[in-house]
């Protein structure tokens, strides 16, 4: 293992070598004067559809609350080499933006609006578990979800060109409404995410494992409870935009069979209450938080008593604890406007090495699926798991279902600066320690590290996770491991390292 380690490491040097001369790179860029422009759409369907996020097909019996997109667009003045800036940041009410809603939605965004960079154009998920299922591509998903074709369900490829043109509309609308405007940036906090994997006394971790048992040691690792926001002003220092970075991902009405943008939406009624501004636009970025839950792990009674006393829900108290964590620091960011700053966006595609499968995960793959064909009868459930079972054998193998493993996992990674504050994105389900690494080592004085941005990578667990196994430690669901987030956290660093120098 130490010498496939130190093999991936050159091999990454070389690759950061060769884009760090092909990349888009601002190494120097005067400060300009900013063009900012925002805008919400509702993404919710209007016909029943299949709920992603569970292992077993959920169809939705209602809208509990809207599902919306919503994008602040940038572009700087014209820099010392005459060039302009671009960049368009997205919030979707969605579980992950698969790469192909984002082929198509680039395709489709460039014969709109051709003077809109569609590589520029960032769009990631909050990860509710509450929203549509948007792809039938197993290789996407992971789970395959059976949904009637009767017509009394919307089905995954219908809501994609409803959601592809949706998208399109939130783009255009800021980006024509871009003007002259400023930022700031400030730091609140707030109790949201905790990390949901349970460590015992034998050394193996559980997701979601019972605290209250006599062998549990520890949680696996902490949590961020950093509330980082980007406000957005136009000339007359109104307030027309924020975008909030989460360490959490929105899952505390997982479960549910209803259309649920979960404590998103308390959140952003929060704030546009708290402003006075109805349509206030709200950019909800979910930072890395692949070991992290909403979900009480301990003092779950406590906490329950609490929300039952103040007469709301969890998700409520979720999305009030956000919300006036921004609204804490709104004075702050009214007395700190930058309107002349630096704006610069890179764009990478950087190569990552596959998680391999070791024996012992492919023995273990082998005998569940032969209790899984001993089985006359196999719920939904186990029909999933039987698949992931599947995936590993044949990558092990190297069967058809292996094929696409055997190429590294190209990432889009983007790195924005603004000022001070850098934003850094990348397509996982990325456990929380890479993201303090990242924004522990970061040259930036903020660095908001957003998640499921422009691809799904699946979970990139730490070594200890996968020590520890259990559902999101193992390759089941992770295409790159522990050497591959360490590349990532890596590279991303180097980059900002230059974009801020």
């Given at each position: 293992?130490?010498g496939?380690?130190v093999?991936?490491?050159?091999w990454?040097?070389m690759i950061l070598?060769?884009?760090?001369l092909i990349?888009?790179?601002v190494?120097?860029v005067?400060?300009?004067?900013l063009l900012?422009?925002a805008?919400t759409?509702e993404i919710t369907?209007?016909?029943?559809?299949?709920?992603v996020g569970?292992l077993?097909?959920r169809?939705s019996?209602?809208?509990?609350?809207?599902?919306?997109?919503a994008?602040i667009a940038?572009q700087?003045?014209?820099?010392v080499?005459?060039?302009?800036?671009q960049?368009?940041l997205?919030?979707?009410?969605?579980?992950?933006?698969?790469?192909?809603?984002l082929?198509?939605?680039r395709?489709?965004?460039s014969?709109l609006?051709p003077?809109?960079?569609?590589?520029r154009?960032v769009?990631?998920?909050?990860h509710?578990?509450?929203?549509?299922v948007?792809?039938?591509?197993?290789l996407e998903?992971f789970?395959?979800y059976?949904?009637?074709a009767d017509?009394?369900v919307?089905?995954?490829?219908?809501?994609?060109?409803?959601?592809i043109?949706?998208l399109?509309?939130v783009v255009?609308e800021?980006?024509?409404?871009?003007?002259l405007?400023g930022v700031s940036w400030?730091?609140g906090?707030?109790a949201?995410?905790e990390?949901r994997?349970?460590?015992y006394?034998g050394?193996?971790?559980?997701?979601y494992g019972?605290t209250?048992?006599d062998?549990?040691?520890?949680?696996?690792a902490g949590?961020?409870?950093?509330i980082?926001?980007?406000f957005?002003?136009?000339?007359q220092?109104?307030?027309i935009?924020?975008?909030?970075?989460v360490?959490?991902?929105?899952?505390e009405?997982e479960?549910q069979n209803?259309i649920?943008a979960?404590?998103?939406h308390e959140?952003r009624e929060y704030?546009r209450?708290?402003?006075?501004?109805?349509?206030?636009?709200v950019?909800?970025?979910?930072?890395?938080?692949?070991d992290?839950s909403?979900?009480?792990?301990?003092?779950k009674?406590?906490?329950?008593r609490?929300a039952?006393?103040?007469?709301?829900?969890?998700?409520?108290e979720i999305?009030?604890?956000i919300?006036?964590?921004?609204?804490?620091?709104?004075?702050?960011?009214?007395a700190d406007i930058?309107?002349?700053?630096?704006?610069?966006h890179?764009l990478e595609?950087?190569?990552?090495?596959r998680r391999?499968?070791?024996?012992?995960e492919?023995r273990?793959?082998?005998m569940s699926l032969?209790?899984?064909?001993?089985s006359?009868?196999?719920?939904a459930t186990?029909?999933?798991?039987?698949?992931?079972?599947e995936?590993i054998v044949?990558?092990?193998?190297?069967?058809?279902?292996?094929?696409?493993f055997?190429?590294?996992?190209l990432?889009?990674?983007?790195?924005l600066?603004?000022?001070d504050v850098?934003?850094?994105t990348n397509?996982?389900?990325?456990?929380?320690?890479?993201?303090?690494?990242?924004?522990?080592?970061s040259p930036?004085?903020q660095t908001l590290v957003?998640?499921?941005a422009n691809?799904?990578?699946?979970?990139?667990p730490?070594d200890?996770?996968?020590r520890g196994?259990s559902?999101s430690?193992?390759?089941?669901?992770?295409l790159?491991g522990?050497?591959?987030g360490q590349?990532l956290?890596?590279?991303?660093v180097?980059?900002?390292?230059k974009?801020?120098?």
């Amino acid at each position: 293992m130490e010498g496939s380690f130190v093999s991936n490491m050159e091999w990454f040097h070389m690759i950061l070598g060769i884009t760090s001369l092909i990349g888009f790179v601002v190494e120097r860029v005067s400060a300009s004067e900013l063009l900012v422009g925002a805008a919400t759409v509702e993404i919710t369907p209007q016909r029943p559809v299949a709920l992603v996020g569970q292992l077993h097909t959920r169809i939705s019996r209602g809208i509990e609350t809207p599902l919306r997109a919503a994008a602040i667009a940038l572009q700087s003045g014209v820099d010392v080499k005459g060039e302009r800036h671009q960049a368009v940041l997205v919030s979707c009410d969605l579980t992950t933006i698969p790469a192909s809603i984002l082929e198509r939605f680039r395709a489709r965004l460039s014969s709109l609006h051709p003077d809109v960079d569609a590589n520029r154009v960032v769009i990631s998920a909050t990860h509710t578990h509450t929203a549509p299922v948007t792809s039938e591509n197993f290789l996407e998903t992971f789970i395959s979800y059976p949904i009637p074709a009767d017509g009394s369900v919307m089905q995954p490829s219908e809501y994609v060109d409803f959601l592809i043109e949706k998208l399109c509309q939130v783009v255009g609308e800021a980006w024509g409404c871009r003007a002259l405007g400023g930022v700031s940036w400030t730091l609140g906090f707030a109790a949201t995410g905790e990390n949901r994997r349970a460590c015992y006394a034998g050394g193996e971790a559980r997701m979601y494992g019972n605290t209250r048992e006599d062998d549990f040691r520890r949680m696996e690792a902490g949590c961020d409870p950093g509330i980082e926001s980007l406000f957005f002003w136009d000339r007359q220092k109104r307030l027309i935009a924020v975008g909030v970075n989460v360490a959490c991902p929105s899952q505390e009405v997982e479960e549910q069979n209803c259309i649920h943008a979960d404590f998103w939406h308390e959140a952003r009624e929060y704030m546009r209450h708290g402003t006075g501004n109805p349509t206030l636009t709200v950019v909800g970025w979910c930072g890395a938080a692949g070991d992290q839950s909403p979900h009480s792990m301990f003092r779950k009674a406590a906490e329950a008593r609490m929300a039952r006393m103040r007469g709301i829900s969890r998700e409520q108290e979720i999305g009030r604890r956000i919300g006036r964590a921004v609204m804490e620091t709104l004075d702050v960011a009214r007395a700190d406007i930058r309107k002349d700053l630096v704006f610069a966006h890179r764009l990478e595609q950087l190569p990552l090495p596959r998680r391999a499968i070791t024996l012992a995960e492919y023995r273990e793959a082998k005998m569940s699926l032969e209790k899984y064909r001993d089985s006359k009868r196999l719920d939904a459930t186990q029909v999933a798991l039987r698949a992931l079972e599947e995936t590993i054998v044949s990558r092990f193998e190297g069967g058809p279902l292996g094929d696409p493993f055997q190429q590294p996992y190209l990432a889009e990674v983007h790195i924005l600066r603004l000022g001070d504050v850098a934003i850094a994105t990348n397509p996982f389900e990325l456990f929380c320690d890479y993201g303090i690494q990242l924004k522990a080592r970061s040259p930036a004085l903020q660095t908001l590290v957003v998640q499921l941005a422009n691809g799904y990578g699946m979970y990139l667990p730490t070594d200890t996770a996968v020590r520890g196994g259990s559902y999101s430690g193992k390759p089941h669901v992770s295409l790159v491991g522990p050497e591959g987030g360490q590349l990532l956290v890596e590279a991303s660093v180097r980059w900002l390292e230059k974009m801020f120098r």
